[in-house]
């Protein structure tokens, strides 16, 4: 089992940027693949990005060309940059570990809030 730690959630303006970061428990880390997903009131939680233990990356639709997941080995602790936010960007965001599809593990949660 993997802990998660997330941090970096707040409040911004539409268009503006924040980045959220995730610390994972463990050395074996660097062989996980990670990802965030989010939960938006009245939808599914959804995978937002996710990237391979040796960097390749997936993004949804949505947040395609606005948002970059990035990790570094060393810190054990994955990154999601976050420019460009819409309203409809709003929710908690979650970091996961594998698989991503169906994750085991999940941190707690960060709110994020896009005001208009």
């Known amino acids: 089992q993997v802990q998660l730690v997330e941090s970096g959630g707040g409040l911004v303006q539409a268009g503006g940027s924040l980045r959220l970061s995730c610390t994972a428990s463990?050395?074996?880390?660097?062989?996980?693949?990670m990802g965030w997903y989010r939960q938006v009131p009245g939808k599914q939680r959804e995978l937002v990005a996710s990237?391979?233990?040796?960097?390749?990356?997936k993004y949804a639709d949505s947040v395609k060309g606005r948002f970059t997941i990035t990790r570094d080995n060393a810190k054990i602790t994955v990154y999601l940059q976050m420019n460009s936010l819409k309203p409809e960007d709003t929710g908690v965001y979650y970091c996961?570990?594998?698989?991503?599809?169906?994750?085991?593990?999940w941190g707690q949660g960060t709110q994020v809030t896009v005001s208009s």
């Open positions: 996961v570990g594998p698989p991503i599809s169906a994750p085991r593990d």
């Open positions: 463990g050395n074996i880390f660097r062989f996980f693949d």
């Open positions: 990237i391979t233990n040796s960097g390749r990356t």
